[in-house]
């Protein structure tokens, strides 16, 4: 699987031994550099869970071992308060 720009990836070890904690991944590009078969540089932010970006990387990893991510957006409800005019 190559990814593609805005691509929400699930990182796990399967991709390489440093992500021993999954992270969430949003792809910004895939480096054309010459790597080793099958392992790719990418750019792009580490998400937190309500993916909101919490830090700009780059890491290499093994393309197989990468797994779609997913993103559960809690909707936000805002309350307005009406402002009443004094006379």
């Known amino acids: 699987m190559l990814p593609k720009t805005g691509d929400v990836l699930r ?3 399967a991709a390489s031994v440093q992500f ?3 992270m969430l991944f949003r792809v910004i590009r895939v480096h054309d550099w010459q790597t080793y078969d099958g ?3 990418l ?3 580490q998400l937190n869970a309500a993916g909101d970006a919490v830090e700009r990387r780059s890491i290499f990893v093994l393309l197989q071992g990468l797994q779609p991510g997913f993103v559960t957006r809690t909707q936000r409800v805002t309350t307005r308060i ?3 005019a004094s006379a």
């Open 20 to 22: 021993v904690q999954p």
């Open 43 to 45: 750019d792009g932010y």
């Open 82 to 84: 009406p402002v009443s």
């Open 11 to 13: 990182v796990t070890k």
């Open 39 to 41: 392992w790719a540089w």
